[in-house]
């Protein structure tokens, strides 16, 4: 079982930053792959980028692209999302995820790929 807390979100103005971290414990954090997605209101949960279990490899969705980095700290078994360039469409509840994988260069996709979810963290954009 992983357990994963987000936290950092909050209200930032268009054009803003704001660096969601996500803690996880339970489990040896180097064997699982990461992701984060967000849902906006009324909307389906959208993946917005992935990280391999090295932190090697990275992928986003087109939306966030140049705008958004992933990172993770293995040693402090922490996942970061860097969000510069805020817009308003970027509202939405953001979520961490992970999936046990003896893969170590596969980045997951779909929110049906990982098994462990945290709570998610409210990111609001005021235009």
């Known amino acids: 079982q992983v357990q994963l807390v987000e936290s950092g979100g909050g209200l930032v103005q268009a054009g803003g930053s704001l660096r969601l971290s996500c803690a996880a414990s339970g489990r040896t954090f180097t064997n699982y792959a990461m992701g984060w997605f967000r849902r906006a209101p009324g909307q389906e949960r959208d993946f917005v980028g992935g990280?391999?279990?090295?932190?090697?490899?990275?992928e986003y969705a087109d939306s966030v692209k140049g705008r958004f980095t992933i990172s993770r700290d293995n040693a402090k078994n922490m996942l970061y999302l860097q969000m510069n360039g805020l817009k308003p469409e970027d509202r939405a509840v953001y979520y961490c995820?992970?999936?046990?994988?003896?893969?170590?260069?596969?980045?997951?996709?779909?929110?049906?790929?990982?098994?462990?979810w945290g709570q998610g963290t409210q990111v609001t954009v005021s235009s």
């Open positions: 995820a992970a999936r046990f994988t003896p893969y170590s260069h596969t980045v997951y996709y779909t929110d049906r790929d990982y098994g462990y």
């Open positions: 990280i391999t279990p090295s932190g090697a490899r990275t």
